[in-house]
């Protein structure tokens, strides 16, 4: 089997992915995933898209992953906008739980095994049994607040992840708010005492009502579902300090294993120099770009073909180049079926195509991987030119096609129906054509991909695929 290797920040090293001893081909993968209390915004999806190409990536390279994400129903922010709304907490975070789901669809996310949501009994007993083992192991402490803290100094490895300097800490400072930086490192909230703005939120615990802290809640459902050591934990970077950090705390403490083996981070989307961010108010959420007539598969394809370390500048002449690539790969793809024709052979040919998953294997190396595929494509383009080509050769390419469909899931929509008002404007289009209203047939095909479809002229009349 090829090595899969990644960039494990715990170690700031490449480090080639094995499973666990004894654990066959199975990987567990734990992804962070969205709190639930506004529609997630495309920095988001950025996170969530490159897990999801690690996933695809590790599957064929014949990983089983098992992967879980959490959904963060309950911490400061889902509370504070439940009582701005003035409505009780589940009925305030249903709606964008249901909208990231729906918005995972149209990029074409893998579903996970699970998504549990921390505001299940289950849950909450488990983050409550786990905060009594850190208190019974002197890890927590309940402070006058009636809040139980975690005590870093009480772990030696606190800062390992973030790589934080303990030693010029005040010690015994306080922090209660589930985020905070760096230079705020303190002993953060495990179980928050009740306080009027909770209002009906809060469960009984041996300290009194109150809730959980947004990081007890992570490693309550990563551990719970899926074993006290984790194969891959991912997030965006900003989940590195505290969130994660408090992560490994937490679980290192209460169990004496190690929580994960290998921690992966993406870069943030930029836009305009600053971090895409639901609090500074410079977000788009996938919804506004789809009301632009902008399709979930070239939103995919702009936040996938950037490296995940690296920054990305989230722009509009981002996603119209995605458009443009993604026209030259529909029409290449076009080109190769009617080219292969009925011929059926199952066999791939070698040029060049191990390379697309071989750059894969180096820590998702997708520029690399791109680069071949659309050297492939101006490669089997010149040959057919050339008449060079055989159907078994074009057959052969889209058996590979299917494999790199597989990893990247970019290729077209099915065709089902063609909606009703784009049947009349197609109508429309050949009218004008007929009549040599070239100005007017642009126009159509504008309101046609407007509406998320492209027109193709052929000598057999206009050609209409899903954008
Ligand atoms: P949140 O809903 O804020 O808990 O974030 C959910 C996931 O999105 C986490 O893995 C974050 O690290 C990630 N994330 C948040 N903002 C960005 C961004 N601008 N770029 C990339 N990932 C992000
Ligand atoms: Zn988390």
Redesign the pocket.
């Known amino acids: 089997m090829a090595t899969v290797q990644i960039h494990n920040t715990l170690t700031k090293e490449l480090e080639p992915i094995e499973p666990k001893h004894g654990e066959g081909k199975t990987l567990s993968l734990y992804?962070?995933?969205?709190?639930?209390?506004?529609h997630?915004?495309?920095?988001?999806?950025?996170?969530?898209v490159?897990?999801d190409l690690l996933q695809r990536h590790l599957q064929e390279r014949g990983f089983m992953v098992r992967r879980v994400m959490n959904l963060?129903d309950v911490?400061d922010?889902t509370i504070r906008g439940a009582h701005a709304a003035g409505i009780a907490l589940a009925e305030f975070t249903r709606p964008f739980k249901e909208a990231f789901f729906e918005d995972a669809k149209t990029l074409r996310l893998l579903p996970a095994e699970a998504y549990p949501e921390a505001t299940d009994p289950k849950q909450i007993t488990r983050m409550i049994a786990m905060i009594g083992t850190l208190m019974e192991k002197g890890h927590a402490y309940q402070a006058e607040d009636g809040s139980v803290y975690f005590r870093i100094a009480s772990f030696p490895g606190y800062g390992k992840l973030a790589r934080v300097d303990l030693e010029n800490q005040r010690s015994g400072q306080r922090v209660a708010s589930d985020e905070y930086d760096k230079e705020a490192v303190a002993d953060f909230a495990l179980w928050k005492a009740w306080v009027p703005e909770d209002g009906a939120v809060g469960w009984e615990s041996p300290w009194g009502r109150g809730r959980p802290g947004?990081h007890i809640e992570c490693s309550a459902m990563a551990t719970g579902l899926l074993g006290e050591t984790i194969d891959i934990h991912?997030?965006?970077?900003?989940?590195i300090f505290p969130?994660h950090e408090a992560e490994i705390a937490q679980c290192e403490c209460v169990g004496a294993k190690p929580f994960v083996r290998y921690w992966m981070?993406?870069?943030?989307?930029?836009?305009e120099g600053s971090?895409?961010?639901?609090s500074a108010g410079n977000?788009f959420t996938l919804r506004d770009l789809l009301t632009q007539g902008w399709t979930g598969r070239e939103v995919r394809y702009a936040l996938i073909s950037v490296h995940y370390r690296g920054a990305?500048n989230f722009t509009l002449d981002g996603l119209a180049a995605a458009r443009t690539a993604l026209g030259r790969l529909d029409a290449w793809r076009e080109r190769l079926v009617e080219t292969a024709g009925s011929e059926t052979t199952s066999e791939t040919p070698a040029p060049a195509t191990e390379g697309f998953f071989a750059a894969l294997d180096d820590d998702l190396n997708i520029s690399s991987a791109l680069a071949v595929l659309f050297e492939t494509l101006r490669e089997t383009n010149r040959r057919m030119d050339e008449g060079a080509w055989t159907p078994a050769h074009a057959r052969g390419m889209l058996n590979w096609l299917v494999r790199v469909d597989g990893v990247l899931a970019l290729e077209p929509d099915a065709i089902t129906t063609i909606p009703y008002e784009v049947e009349e404007l197609v109508t429309a289009r050949a009218a004008a054509r007929t009549a040599k209203e070239w100005k007017k047939s642009d126009e159509i095909r504008d309101q046609i991909e407007a509406l998320g479809w492209l027109v193709k002229d052929t000598k057999d009349g206009q050609k209409i695929t899903k954008g």
């Open positions: 992804t962070c995933g969205p709190t639930v209390y506004a997630a915004h495309i920095g988001n999806f950025r996170a969530y490159f897990e963060t911490d922010k947004w991912c997030g965006g970077v900003d989940n969130h981070h993406c870069a943030h989307l930029m836009v971090k895409m961010a639901k977000f990305l």
